[in-house]
């Protein structure tokens, strides 16, 4: 079993939607929880950050983490066109998903 | 501009020709690495570098090699390419290596190997 889970997609959805991107993991030591965002032909940049549990807000995009269920949520309200790209959830710096690419289409 | 650069960015070649990507950082980090990244794989560490002069393997090293013998610059080094190693490869820096800092990821360099 791999240590992180990320259901690859691809993911489309209509220009407004709420999308939601999800992690999965099996190493309960896991404290640290990132999500990076990949644009087409272009390295992983850092979108969000978050330690422990809970939730963190950052204008439409908001970062869930439940240590209890190992899961991990990114979601975006009121989806752009710009938001198409690859997101990738990473755990404790090196653990990264497989990445969900994901279309909004205007 | 904080940054990571690597050239070339897209490389062909042919099997068995060494050849050397090139990586540096102007953020004064300490940790470096590479990965290589395939569809449905996602991104798979290659090497490491906790500091200069101090290296390490990740989880798929066969093939390549590195050195570290200056903090701002990590090339990565294929000896003898063969096509499984075509892929998209990036290096990527961060303060330290504790689990909790961003990596800074370079544009990646896309090879192909005939």
């Known amino acids: 079993q791999k240590e992180v889970e990320q259901d690859p997609g691809p993911l489309s959805v209509p220009e407004g939607a709420i999308v939601s991107l999800n992690c999965t993991y099996s190493n309960s030591a896991f404290q640290y929880f990132m999500w990076y965002r990949q644009y087409s032909r272009k390295g992983p940049e850092l979108l969000m950050y978050t330690y422990s549990s809970g939730n963190k807000e950052d204008g439409r995009f908001t970062a869930q983490v439940d240590k209890s269920s190992k899961y991990i949520s990114l979601f975006i309200r009121d989806s752009q066109p710009s938001d198409s790209a690859t997101y990738l959830c990473?755990?404790?710096?090196?653990?990264f998903g497989t990445g969900t690419s994901l279309t909004v289409i205007p | 501009e904080a940054q990571v650069t690597q050239n070339p960015r897209y490389l062909i070649t042919v099997t068995g020709k060494k050849l050397t990507v090139t990586c540096s950082q102007n953020m004064n980090h300490e940790y470096m690495s590479w990965y290589r990244q395939d569809p449905g794989l996602g991104l798979r560490q290659i090497y490491y570098s906790m500091n200069v002069e101090v290296t390490d393997k990740g989880d798929v090293p066969e093939g390549y090699k590195v050195s570290r013998k200056e903090k701002r610059n990590f090339p990565l080094i294929l000896e003898s390419p063969s096509p499984n190693q075509t892929s998209l490869y990036f290096c990527a820096s961060s303060l330290s290596a504790g689990g909790v800092y961003e990596q800074y990821f370079g544009p990646g360099t896309r090879l192909t190997v005939t």
């Open positions: 990473a755990m404790n710096q090196f653990y």
